[in-house]
């Protein structure tokens, strides 16, 4: 089955800082990646997914980088602020729905004022 | 539209005791999944279902767990004879058939005292 590694898994940076967390994935079929962001006690929620069709997705401050070959993908945050702080989960599945997703360890991310 | 609905929130059993947990997905989605986050850790799969179908339950223990969706209703997590291994925060998320994307609910806290 699917195997997803997340590095770092704590990140402190300064506010306005550049943050990026890594992650591997196993199996060569997974062409689904989301991104999750999740406080304290709260649920996970998507913020930004990429498809194994493109090798980079932007959306204002994040932006996701894919690289098939290597079996791997990073998220980038830019320009960080203290709202950023939480844990960050990559995770990987099969496209066409209905498939289980597969997550990695987390990245507790900690901006600093 | 509401989101995907998850109760109770919080839920203190005792050892030997069976815990239900409930989760409505938000309206015109049809699929369902549950996952585990233990404490420090990120969410792991157990079940996937469709209505009244259980379509993947790889990742759930082979004892003391089930999981249903009724044609009416919501869908429901049971573990049955809790053991202190079982706390946790438990997740459903739902997704409209043919999405790749999975909405999380706010979760239920288990705790088996």
């Known amino acids: 089955g699917e195997n997803v590694e997340q590095h770092p898994s704590t990140l402190s940076v300064q506010e306005g800082d550049s943050a990026v967390i890594k992650c591997t994935y196993s199996?060569?079929?997974?062409?689904?990646f989301p991104w999750y962001k999740q406080e304290l006690g709260k649920r996970p929620q998507l913020i930004i997914d990429?498809?194994?069709?493109?090798g980079e997705k932007k959306d204002q401050r994040i932006a996701v980088t894919l690289n098939k070959t290597a079996k791997h993908f990073s998220l980038h945050i830019t320009e960080t602020q203290p709202e950023d702080s939480a844990v960050y989960f990559c995770?990987?599945?099969?496209?066409?729905?209905?498939?289980?997703?597969?997550f990695g360890t987390g990245t507790q991310l900690k901006v600093e004022l | 539209n509401a989101g995907v609905m998850q109760n109770p929130r919080h839920l203190v059993r005792r050892r030997g005791q069976e815990a239900r947990l409930r989760c409505s997905p938000m309206?015109?989605?049809?699929?369902v999944y549950w996952y585990r986050q233990l404490p420090e850790e990120g969410l792991k799969f157990m079940v996937y279902l469709q209505k009244e179908n259980i379509i993947d339950e790889s990742g759930m223990p082979k004892e003391r767990f089930s999981a249903e969706f009724p044609k009416e209703g919501p869908s429901i997590l049971r573990i049955q004879q809790v053991v202190r291994g079982d706390s946790a925060a438990y997740f459903c998320?739902?997704?409209?058939?043919?999405?790749?994307?999975?909405?999380f609910g706010p979760g239920t806290r288990l705790t088996v005292l």
């Open positions: 199996d060569s079929a997974s062409n689904y």
């Open positions: 998320a739902s997704s409209p058939g043919s999405s790749d994307e999975q909405f």
């Open positions: 995770a990987a599945s099969l496209t066409g729905g209905g498939n289980k997703l597969t």
């Open positions: 990429i498809r194994s069709n493109v």
């Open positions: 309206k015109g989605h049809s699929h």
